[in-house]
């Protein structure tokens, strides 16, 4: 990444956290690429580039608009 890549994307994601999510995504993009190449690996496809990545970080959804309950409790009242 160079320093023209970067005025680029600063340019494009004014939002700090816009930012860093692009270049976190940049990082995990340039060592998955890294480590498919030192394993000998086919590219990551457009098909499905998360589901095929070395590197991927699983993220989990979660719907909000509904409430979680746990197992009941039983023991020290908190």
Not at 50 to 59: C, D, L
């Amino acid at each position: 990444m160079n320093e023209d890549n970067i005025k680029k994307l600063v340019e494009k994601y004014p939002n700090d956290m816009e930012l860093g999510s692009k270049v976190r995504e940049m990082y995990w993009n340039h060592r998955d690429e890294q480590y498919r190449e030192l394993l000998d690996l086919p590219s990551a496809t457009t098909n499905n580039p998360k589901g095929t990545s070395v590197t991927s970080q699983v993220k989990i959804e979660y719907d909000t608009t509904k409430a979680y309950i746990s197992a009941r409790h039983i023991g020290f009242p908190f």
